[in-house]
């Protein structure tokens, strides 16, 4: 059985969908945004703004903490990392992005990218994450950038690689339902 299983998505795949419906199925704790929320925590920041940088890959031009020789977004990464870090002590997790798939390599997780066709995915945008018609596709290509950016950046790999992910599911085409009892029976049987 795996115990734990990472999450890389398109945005608007519906991937969030799919490890929340995993993780209840399976009793499995979610870290999801609660990691961004304990990460504000640990760096007594304001979730408002570190929310703008979040998977973020860290620019060239970069504010530095005082006394720190690390970028504002590889900080806000390197505190994730220690988070999920001491949430995999415990078995049975499923991670949401972060970079979880990169930072738990070590573990036995599951990798698995969730992605859909764009027609799909700006109908989510639209009808699920309740992005106004004429602002959803932009967005979609911009978080989908960013989030293939940031890892990019972390996981020296290809965010779309098919080496680096166990398993690749297209929700648009199999359902976001179907998703979660082939991954149930994946992390069940493994």
Not at 5 to 19: D, L, P
Not at 37 to 44: F, N
Not at 151 to 157: D, I, K, W, Y
Not at 162 to 186: K, Q, T, Y
Request: with cysteine.
């Amino acid at each position: 059985m795996y115990e734990y299983v990472a999450f890389e998505r398109q945005y608007g795949s519906g991937g969030q969908e799919i490890a929340t419906k995993l993780a209840r199925r399976l009793g499995y704790q979610l870290y999801d945004r609660g990691v961004l929320v304990e990460t504000c925590k640990r760096m007594d920041m304001d979730y408002t703004y570190i929310a703008k940088l979040d998977e973020t890959a860290p620019s060239k031009l970069f504010f530095r903490s005082p006394g720190s020789t690390l970028s504002l977004e590889e900080q806000i990464f390197e505190t994730e990392k220690v988070i999920l870090l001491e949430a995999a002590e415990k078995p049975g997790c499923i991670f949401v992005g972060r970079c979880a798939s990169e930072v738990l390599k070590d573990k036995k997780v599951l990798r698995v990218f969730v992605t859909a066709d764009d027609e799909y995915r700006l109908e989510r945008a639209i009808n699920v994450e309740d992005f106004p018609p004429d602002e959803a596709e932009g967005m979609m290509r911009k978080i989908d950038k960013r989030r293939e950016k940031f890892f990019n950046a972390h996981a020296g790999n290809n965010w779309r690689s098919p080496e680096f992910f166990d398993v690749i599911l297209n929700s648009g085409r199999l359902g976001i339902d179907a998703c979660v009892d082939l991954l149930e029976g994946i992390v069940r049987k493994a």
